[in-house]
């Protein structure tokens, strides 16, 4: 299935929260924080409309516990998919899982999250990526011509490892960059 880009959403934030809403009731005390990133994270920018949570795990939280408390509502465990330090998940567009935070009766749309251990350099790169993409629009701008060039070369084939290769990239020299590595 080929990459598809759209325009950014204002309202992606506002799902962002609700997500993160739900998340923190059924994960009952679990994490130290959540983390909206990924392109539907930066104001302006195209975007796969699929949004992107990372949860930041205490140090001793029962991860198995979390992922089949998570499977419960409804979300596809895809394992340690990339990286050894976090467990990813994914839950399609469907109804929210509690009652206690707004507008309860909605839906929420369709999301990845990231169980990310205590520690977890990717989480936090992700989150300085995206603080850096807020920051610096011109670096914004260029990572969407990225993206979009990306997605026009790999429309067939082996688009989906190639997409993310080559953002992959982008990002690395980004976060060099920022930290002078």
């Known amino acids: 299935m080929p990459v598809v880009l759209r325009e950014h959403d204002p309202d992606w934030q506002e799902e962002a929260e609700k997500i993160i809403c739900d998340l923190r009731q059924v994960l009952r005390g679990e994490a130290t924080g959540f983390e909206h990133v990924g392109s539907t994270s930066i104001p302006g920018l195209k975007a796969k409309p699929k949004l992107h949570v990372d ?3 205490k140090p001793l939280a029962d991860l198995s516990k979390l992922r089949r408390r998570l499977v419960s509502f409804g979300y596809v465990d895809h394992g340690n998919r990339f990286r050894p330090d976090e467990v990813q998940l994914t839950r399609q567009t469907g109804k929210r899982f509690t009652s206690v935070c707004p507008d309860q009766s909605g839906t929420l749309m369709n999301h990845r999250v990231c169980l990310c251990n205590a520690g977890c350099a990717a989480a936090a790169d992700r989150v300085a990526f995206r603080d850096k993409l807020i920051g610096d629009r011109t ?3 260029q990572y969407e011509a990225l993206k979009e060039r990306l997605a026009e070369d790999h429309k067939t084939g082996t688009f ?3 997409y993310s290769a080559g953002k992959t990239a982008f ?3 980004v976060l060099a960059s920022s930290v002078g590595r």
């Open 55 to 57: 949860i930041l795990l």
């Open 139 to 141: 670096l914004a701008l």
């Open 160 to 162: 989906w490892l190639n």
């Open 171 to 173: 990002i690395e020299d």
